[in-house]
């Protein structure tokens, strides 16, 4: 019997009073849409995200460590022009292509210092 069908979203955390820089970050750069809260979950601050199938929920934490190891990890369709993006905004991005054979792929930090990972196949 298989139990899991599929992930519905990942979570990361940030900071309480920082929506406007998740928003710059995940809306603005990497051109995710926000998506509503719930009223009850709304309350909490924090925003959620999504792009395809890619659902991305962000949420306080106090107090806030960021994730340095742990990550989600997007499917892109241009890494190198994301990586330009990315890059022009003043943000670090590490190269790791040859570790995982026909996987292109590197990591940044969102504005809290969460990493997160940007495949190609």
């Known amino acids: ?3 899991i069908t599929g992930i519905d979203h990942v979570q990361v ?8 820089a998740v928003r710059d970050f995940y809306a603005g750069l990497l051109g995710m849409s926000e998506v509503a809260k719930p009223p009850a979950l709304a309350a909490r601050g924090g925003c959620w995200f999504s792009s395809g199938a890619a659902v991305l ?4 934490e106090e107090p806030f460590a960021p994730a340095k190891k742990a ?3 997007f499917l892109v369709e241009d890494l190198d022009d994301l990586e330009r ?3 022009g905004a003043g ?3 590490v190269r790791a292509d040859d570790e995982i ?3 292109r792929r ?3 930090f969102d504005p809290f210092g969460n990493r997160i990972e940007f495949q190609q196949a």
């Open 106 to 108: 590197f990591h940044t």
């Open 57 to 60: 929920h962000v949420g306080v």
């Open 71 to 73: 990550h989600p990890a």
């Open 1 to 3: 019997m298989r139990m």
């Open 91 to 93: 943000h670090e991005c």
């Open 13 to 20: 955390a940030m900071p309480g009073g920082q929506e406007a």
């Open 101 to 103: 054979p026909g996987v």
């Open 85 to 87: 993006t990315l890059l």
